[in-house]
T-cell receptor
Framework: DQQVKQNSPSLSVQEGRISILNCDYT??????FLWYKKYPAEGPTFLIS?????DKNEDGRFTVFLNKSAKHLSLHIVPSQPGDSAVYFC??????????FGTGTRLTIIP | DAGITQSPRHKVTETGTPVTLRCHQT?????MYWYRQDPGHGLRLIHY???????DKGEVSDGYSVSRSKTEDFLLTLESATSSQTSVYFC?????????????FGPGTRLLVL
């Protein structure tokens, strides 16, 4: 049973526009959420995180929003750049349990 | 870049043969992890280690064993490879193992079991 779901396998966005990647989860006990970015032939790299006590966290062009009542988080990238083309994984954890990853969304930025 | 290497980077093997993948780190981090990445499943934890000779199972541990005889090396063994173990395998490390701590990933090993 997939506890963390990324329902869009792929997304294409024009350069300069906003990219919005979505993630839904089913476990209401998750208290920490992360986004990882992965380029081809490389391992995932940490991008941004958010604790369940917050509803927003911002780091430069990247902002993560958390809606606990809807069990939904999203990653906003603005403005989108060609180097943002990658696969994005959301992940969640409950207390000290290990990370549960989503299935990933492939983002393509169109020049 | 965290100092993590994986070897081999690519491997083709036949069903029933043993396979060992190696993860090597130069960061002296205590925690090491093995994940597999498959379409439709994302990254799933196979095994992890919280110190030399200290290991535990993850979500998808069946058919896999691990060993850690030195801080810097974490080995993943498929005792008798099956086609369902065709995957991309990632090693990761973290200093304390806390879930709010960033994990750093290696470049991955692409394994094909025929």
């Amino acid at each position: 049973d997939q506890q963390v779901k990324q329902n869009s396998p792929s997304l294409s966005v024009q350069e300069g526009r906003i990219s919005i990647l979505n993630c839904d989860y089913t476990n209401s006990m998750f208290d920490y959420f992360l986004w990882y970015k992965k380029y081809p032939a490389e391992g995932p790299t940490f991008l941004i995180s958010i604790s369940s006590i917050k509803d927003k966290n911002e780091d430069g062009r990247f902002t993560v929003f958390l809606n606990k009542s809807a069990k939904h988080l999203s990653l906003h990238i603005v403005p989108s750049q060609p180097g943002d083309s990658a696969v994005y994984f959301c992940a969640a954890s409950e207390g000290n349990e290990k990370l549960t990853f989503g299935t990933g969304t492939r983002l393509t930025i169109i020049p | 870049d965290a100092g993590i290497t994986q070897s081999p980077r690519h491997k083709v093997t036949e069903t029933g043969t043993p396979v060992t993948l190696r993860c090597h780190q130069t960061e002296n981090h205590r925690y090491m992890y093995w994940y597999r990445q498959d379409p439709g499943h994302g990254l799933r934890l196979i095994h992890y280690s919280y110190g030399v000779k200290d290991t535990d199972k993850g979500e998808v541990s069946d058919g896999y064993s691990v060993s850690r005889s030195k801080t810097e090396d974490f080995l993943l063994t498929l005792e008798s490879a099956t086609s369902s173990q065709t995957s991309v395998y990632f090693c990761a490390i973290s200093r304390t193992g806390g879930t709010k701590e960033t994990q750093y990933f290696g470049p991955g090993t692409r394994l094909l079991v025929l």
